[in-house]
């Protein structure tokens, strides 16, 4: 069974760069889209971004110029990297895997989540 | 981007009762909507996907139906561990991917 799991700094300074690890195991990292979403204090929902298996990101318009996602197939690995961090990015962030098929997606399943403080 | 409303914000249901919850989008979606439960603490889960198909494991009182523009979810006979936060969620004009604001069902 699939799990992913958060991990990194649960306190960032205001301007700095917030940076969280995600780790995938009882599966396969070398397929489907691997994604960022967060969720603000106020319960909002907002996807941050996605890589592909095979190196191909997307980010969110509204971050896009922030925001970097990575991937390391060989430690079943990727990440997030947020630059130039305010107060609104405090939130719970989650990673997920994106599954496609036959043109419908959806966030299945997810990490258990991780808090990220901007505060200084 | 596609906007997602729900309605109701929240709503108080007992043990045994039939809910609805409403998700709209400002746009045409056709069927791609998603469904999410979110309990205190937890992540999303997956509940619906494509409008109305359950996703593996999750019991048949759950049923998603809509197309187009407006889209409902509703649970039937509702048990205690049904008491959370629902989220329907947009794939057609994605990415950017864009969630609904969230739905409360409590006691």
């Known amino acids: 069974q699939l799990q992913l799991q958060e991990s990194g700094p649960g306190l960032v300074k205001p301007s700095e760069t917030l940076s969280l690890m995600c780790t995938v195991s009882g599966g396969s990292i070398n397929k489907d889209y691997w994604t960022w979403i967060r969720q603000t204090p106020g319960k909002a929902l907002e996807w941050i971004g996605y890589i592909f298996f095979t190196g191909g990101t997307y980010y969110n318009p509204s971050l896009k110029n922030r925001v970097t996602i990575s991937l390391d197939p060989s430690k079943k690995k990727f990440s997030l990297k947020l630059t130039s961090v305010t107060t609104a990015d405090t939130a719970i962030y989650y990673c997920?895997?994106?599954?496609?098929?036959?043109?419908?997606?959806?966030?299945?399943?997810w990490g258990q989540g991780a808090l990220v403080t901007v505060s200084s | 981007d596609i906007q997602m409303t729900q309605s109701p914000s929240s709503l108080s249901a007992s043990v045994g009762d039939r809910v609805t919850i409403t998700c709209r989008a400002s746009?045409?979606?056709?069927?791609?909507l998603n469904w999410y439960q979110q309990k205190p603490g937890k992540a999303p889960d997956l509940l619906i996907y494509?409008?109305?198909t359950l996703h593996d494991g999750v019991p048949s009182r759950f049923s998603g139906s809509g197309s187009g523009s407006d889209f409902t979810l509703t649970i039937t006979n509702l048990q205690p561990e049904d008491f959370a936060t629902y989220y329907c969620q947009q794939s057609v004009s994605a990415p950017p991917y864009t969630f609904g604001p969230g739905t409360k069902v409590d006691v």
């Open positions: 746009q045409n979606i056709n069927n791609y």
């Open positions: 494509a409008a109305s």
């Open positions: 997920a895997r994106l599954t496609y098929l036959s043109g419908f997606s959806w966030f299945d399943p």
